[in-house]
């Protein structure tokens, strides 16, 4: 049997085996890097450092000897919390200053050590700032609303201002040894005191205040009481009110202000001239001079009582006469003004467009004067029927039908027009539903026959008795039965009963003006 040959060895280098180490740095279990922690290992202990492919880990004390060149500390959870055995401390490399965090038997507080200063919370909502001496040399009470100063040599002396209820707020100072705790409000300004109830009030140790000195201050009332009725020249009067009495002024012919002088009665202003005549000037200029039995506007002259402007009269009033140069314009209203005994008025209706009016002494309107044209159709027919056609051309027929009658029945408009009284008597008794009808063609079409008005009444009245309809408020179109110019119409009665003789009186309002 052959022998077995043994592998060659080409060559072995300095390089072909791994040194032994004394304490050899391994990864985990010399496996490769990945993204789970592999902790690394020195000999067979294992260290406080880890690594995957993009954390570190360390499991034991941190010292860093040299500089945290990334400024940025970041982390995944809410909060970065340090717990040191005291306080937190941070500092400059070009300071001797420091801030340091403490937590105290619970108490948090900051303190600037450069500078010696203090800011701690004492209980929920209560901030305290300060100085190591005096730690609550300031307050803020936000769950009190509000805000305490404390002397910084003794703290029983204090200033505070306080929020409560509907915004009311108190200042208050505190002396704990004395009553020296003074107030000064010294402003480079106004001063201004807007109460909106009206009351300033002065106290005096909860009492009533009464002023000792000239420089004090005091009441109108007080100096009315005790200075001989107060200001002595005008020169001490600013924004006075005075309630009652007159006020007499000796020897002044002249009032000069420097803006606009505003007079402002809650009743009458009289301007009473023992010489005869009032102006009101512009600049030295009369605008309006009154005299007696004349008002001169614009120009200084006498006259018949004049109204004048710029040089021209536009009123001019003699006995029992009013001339107007040019035009006059009156404004529109919904009604007359009151009635006056042996005076009519003149007014102008706000309709649409407006139009003008009279009323009498009687209060009497006359609406429209000039605009409106009235007329009256008279009609009598015997109706043997409940419904009728009226005959409003004049000629005696009794039609129930539209068809083939527009000779007897058709009322063509000439203007724009609207039925205003519709006055109706019949020699048989009345009782139960009486309907008008307003029927209409437009050109083109021969017969009446679009319903543009229908009212119903109910009635109850016996035979040859006057019936006035109300023609507001119908069922169908508008009050009325407004009409349009050129367009054709009949009108159509229904009674409860045949009427037989008949007597019908329309009135027509034209407005002449269409």
């Not at 006056?340 to 139009?355: F, H, L, M, Y």
């Not at 043997?384 to 007897?408: D, H, K």
């Not at 006035?468 to 009108?491: H, N, Q």
Request: net charge negative.
């Amino acid at each position: 049997m052959p022998r077995a040959r043994l592998p060659q060895i080409q060559s072995i280098g300095a390089g072909s085996f791994e040194p032994n180490r004394r304490n050899p740095i391994l990864l985990g279990e010399d496996s490769f890097l990945d993204d789970h922690q592999k902790p690394i290992r020195i000999g067979e202990s294992t260290s406080p450092l880890s690594l995957s492919k993009n954390q570190i880990r360390i499991d034991g004390d941190f010292h860093l000897e040299g500089n945290l060149k990334n400024p940025l500390l970041q982390t995944d959870f809410e909060y970065l919390e340090l717990r040191p055995e005291e306080n937190v401390r941070f500092t400059s490399k070009n300071s001797t200053g420091s801030l340091d965090l403490f937590i105290s038997s619970g108490t948090p507080f900051f303190l600037a050590s450069g500078s010696n200063f203090y800011l701690t919370t004492t209980s929920a909502g209560i901030f305290n700032f300060g100085s190591s001496a005096n730690i609550s040399m300031f307050t803020f009470d936000v769950v009190n609303s509000k805000f305490l100063i404390q002397d910084a040599d003794d703290s029983g002396d204090s200033f505070s201002i306080q929020t409560n209820t509907h915004g009311a707020t108190d200042i208050i100072t505190i002396d704990d040894d004395a009553t020296a705790a003074h107030l000064v409000i010294d402003i480079d300004g106004d001063i201004t005191l807007d109460a909106a109830s009206g009351n300033i009030t002065a106290k005096d140790n909860g009492g009533n205040y009464t002023p000792s000195s000239d420089y004090h201050v005091a009441t109108k009332k007080y100096v009315d009481d005790n200075a001989g009725g107060g200001a002595s020249a005008l020169n001490d009067l600013s924004d006075v009110s005075y309630s009652s009495g007159d006020l007499s002024i000796n020897l002044l012919d002249t009032i000069v202000t420097p803006a606009t002088l505003t007079v402002d009665a809650g009743g009458d202003i009289v301007l009473d001239a023992d010489g005869g005549d009032v102006f009101i000037k512009d600049n030295g200029s009369t605008l309006i001079q009154m005299s007696n039995n004349t008002i001169v506007v614009g120009e200084a002259q006498y006259g018949n009582s004049t109204i004048t402007y710029d040089g021209d009269d536009l009123l001019e009033f003699a006995t029992e006469e009013l001339t107007i140069t040019n035009y006059l314009k009156i404004a529109e209203t919904a009604n007359a003004n009151s009635d006056s005994e042996a005076r009519g008025q003149i007014w102008v209706k706000n309709d649409t467009p407006n139009c003008l009016a009279f009323t009498d002494d009687a209060g009497t309107d006359i609406i429209g004067v000039g605009k409106y044209h009235y007329e009256t159709k008279v009609m009598g027919f015997f109706a043997a029927q409940t419904t009728s056609l009226l005959p409003i051309t004049g000629y005696v027929v009794e039609r129930t039908s539209t068809l083939s009658a527009n000779e007897f029945i058709g009322y063509v408009a000439p203007y724009n027009c609207r039925l205003e009284k519709f006055c109706f008597r019949s020699e048989i008794a009345q009782n139960g539903t009486l309907t008008l009808r307003v029927l209409e063609s437009s050109d083109g079409t021969e017969v009446p026959g679009t319903q543009i008005y229908r009212k119903d009444h109910t009635i109850d009245i016996a035979d040859d008795t006057f019936l006035e309809l109300d023609m507001t408020s119908p069922g169908i179109g508008s009050d009325f039965a407004p009409m349009t110019k050129g367009r054709i119409y009949a009108f159509q009665l229904t009674t409860p009963s045949n009427a037989n003789d008949t007597n019908i009186t329309m009135v027509f309002r034209h407005d002449i003006t269409t």
